[in-house]
Nanobody, 123 residues
Framework: QVNLVESGGGLVSPGDSLTLTCGPIVGRYTVGWFRQSPGKERNFVAAISYSAANRQYANSVKDRFTISRDSAKNTVSLQMNSLKPEDTAVYYC???????????????????WGQGTQVTVSS
């Protein structure tokens, strides 16, 4: 059983940065971040393979967001820069057993989910 807890959400202004953290993650798991706005589907944001050798990003966040993992702390972080109002959503961390290069963007393949953390970007 994997119990994921997200932290780091909050209210920021456009152009600000924020870092989300998910953990604890112990074992060979691919980890993904997804987000959901009211009335919309939960969408892929970023994913990282167990070895961190492979990372994937949604086009809407590429070059602004960075996903990384800290093996010593058993956490995965999502560094979000140049935040926009359209980034406002509940952000969810998810995990699935995975190999060195598995960084799938398909939410249906993730077995474990956190409760989510709210990110609001507003002036």
């Amino acid at each position: 059983q994997v119990n994921l807890v997200e932290s780091g959400g909050g209210l920021v202004s456009p152009g600000d940065s924020l870092t989300l953290t998910c953990g604890p993650i112990v074992g060979r798991y691919t980890v993904g971040w997804f987000r959901q706005s009211p009335g919309k589907e939960r969408n892929f944001v970023a994913a990282i393979s167990y070895s961190a050798a492979n990372r994937q990003y949604a086009n809407s966040v590429k070059d602004r967001f960075t996903i990384s993992r800290d093996s010593a702390k058993n956490t995965v972080s999502l560094q979000m820069n140049s935040l926009k109002p359209e980034d406002t959503a509940v952000y969810y961390c998810a995990a699935r057993p995975g190999g060195n290069y598995d960084a799938t963007n398909d939410k249906r393949l993730y077995n474990y989910w956190g409760q989510g953390t709210q990110v609001t970007v507003s002036s």
